[in-house]
């Protein structure tokens, strides 16, 4: 399956973005697809998943934040981003979930640059 992630770009503190994720197959023949990002001289860590029954699950830094959904018609998968700081500082990818990192093969994702 191919995944576009888009909707990046720079945001003051406190603002908030949508990202998109467009996926080439239905995304519900898929057991998860999850967000993932990549700050600036660190690894790349997970931030969100939903799974095929639709249960989420979030990274400890952005729960109560951001939120994870799904468009089963059009196959995208959203991540709405709200209070950022700037710390979520990031290129942003969409990935199936679970993916073992290091192996999995990842799209240029998009930036999201949080600062005032």
């Known amino acids: 399956v191919q995944l576009q992630a888009s909707g990046g770009g720079l945001v003051q503190p406190g603002g908030s973005l949508r990202l998109s994720c467009s996926a080439s197959k239905r995304i519900h023949s898929i057991n998860g697809m999850g967000w993932y990002r990549q700050a600036p001289g660190k690894q790349r860590e997970w931030v969100a998943s939903?799974?095929?029954?639709?249960?989420?699950n979030y990274a400890d830094s952005v729960k109560g934040r951001f939120t994870i959904s799904r468009y089963i018609s059009n196959n995208t998968v959203y991540l709405q981003m709200d209070n950022l700081k700037p710390e979520d500082t990031a290129v942003y990818y969409c990935n199936k979930y679970p993916v073992q990192m290091a192996r999995a093969v990842w799209g240029p994702g998009t930036l999201v640059t949080v600062s005032s």
């Open positions: 939903i799974i095929r029954g639709g249960g989420t």
